[in-house]
């Protein structure tokens, strides 16, 4: 499916659907429209299934990514507290700025996305059993260690 590109990465080819109609039928005929519009939300379904998957593994490597910076984060804050107030100024806390932001616009974007996806699915909820369901509170953060 892919080919090396000129002294490059792989090229991708972009997929295509070949629709294969015996004899006799032609593309007016409702079970051929039918049968091509189900392969075509087949593979919107296959697609969709692929992006998930890679987000679950990206997921599992960005959690792993988290947890590693918070132990840090955690050490200077200990660090920073037992030197009490003859702390010099950390230099860390100017290069992480940057950091930070990416940080808060992958927090935003994953939260929109869940957001979405569970207003839609708690509507439906509510639809099909005719109950409102509340929203419970965030759970309690870690805590702090100082």
């Known amino acids: 499916m892919e080919s090396p590109g000129p002294g490059g990465p792989p090229l991708v080819q972009a997929p295509y659907t070949v629709l294969l109609l015996p004899l006799g039928t032609s593309r007016q005929d409702p079970g051929a429209q039918n049968f091509f519009l189900w392969l075509q939300m087949m593979q919107a379904l296959e697609r969709e299934q692929d992006a998930l998957w890679q987000g679950l593994e990206l997921l599992e490597h960005g959690q792993a990514w988290f947890a590693d910076r ?13 030197l009490g107030e ?17 940080i808060q616009k992958v927090n935003a974007c994953l939260h929109s ?10 509507k439906g909820v509510t639809q099909s059993t005719g109950e409102v369901v509340s929203q419970a509170p965030p759970g309690p953060k870690g805590p702090t260690l100082v």
């Open 70 to 82: 918070l132990r840090e984060t955690q050490q200077r804050q200990l660090q920073l507290g037992a």
């Open 86 to 102: 003859d702390f010099l100024m950390d230099l860390h806390s100017e290069t992480d700025a940057p950091l930070l932001t990416r």
């Open 113 to 122: 996305l869940i957001h979405k996806e569970l207003s839609k699915h708690r």
